[in-house]
């Protein structure tokens, strides 16, 4: 009989302090829970990383509202040896005139400019521009008919010269992640031309008739 009122007493005072003993299992889920937390928060900046960076983002575009040819800014150019001052080159040059602006939905845009040999790579950047979003007025550098053109062969009574000279640029903007927007544009150069380049013309150094 006294086992028994033993056995009961020690079953009532250890019922009390069996919550101490669980403690570690606590620990344990709170630990699970909050590293479920942290990989939920580590995938998260990952995936927010991808977002920005690569096939999410959205390139910028262009909105070109006109395309045309500065007659006032065109004439011969020459290259001469510095030694001698004999007349190495020379060449007609031609000025683009664009009205167009640039919109970007999901970045800022970085740069602007003329990809003047068609590689995707800006030659000649635009620069002091506060903002890309306004439509404005711009200026290309002056393009050789020697460099990024097309000459198409004549017909009828000219046949056997080139004519029409056309040049060959693309406008392109690159926004702060990287995306990229190539507005390609094929013009018609030869109208800005004395008549007397005959068209389109690689290099016309030593003939008097066309100086």
């Not at 007493?9 to 919550?19: E, K, N, Q």
């Not at 007609?92 to 005139?97: D, E, M, S, V």
């Not at 800006?122 to 903002?131: M, N, R, Y």
Request: glycine residues 10%; aromatic residues 10%.
């Amino acid at each position: 009989m006294r086992k028994d009122q033993i056995f009961v007493l020690l079953l009532v005072v250890l019922l009390p302090m069996s919550g101490c003993f669980d403690g570690g299992s606590i620990g344990v889920a709170e630990g699970t829970e909050n590293d479920e937390n942290t990989n939920e928060m580590v995938n998260q900046t990952i995936v927010n990383h991808h977002y920005y960076n690569q096939s999410y983002n959205s390139a910028p575009v262009f909105h070109v509202a006109g395309i045309g040819l500065d007659e006032d800014e065109y004439g011969r150019v020459s290259t001469y040896d510095p030694n001698s001052g004999e007349e190495l080159t020379r060449m007609y040059h031609a000025t683009l005139q664009m009205w167009f602006s640039v919109t970007d939905v999901d970045s800022n845009i970085s740069v602007v400019g003329i990809d003047m040999d068609l590689d995707q790579i800006i030659d000649h950047p635009f620069t002091g521009v506060s903002t890309w979003n306004n439509l404005s007025y711009y200026e290309s550098p002056g393009i050789a008919q020697s460099n990024g053109t097309l000459a198409n062969n004549g017909a009828g009574e000219w046949g056997h010269e080139p004519y029409m000279c056309y040049a060959r640029v693309n406008l392109v903007a690159v926004d702060e992640h990287q995306g990229i927007a190539v507005h390609p544009i094929t013009i018609r150069i030869d109208r800005a031309l004395p008549h007397d380049s005959q068209g389109c013309q690689n290099d016309y150094t030593g003939d008097e008739d066309y100086s």
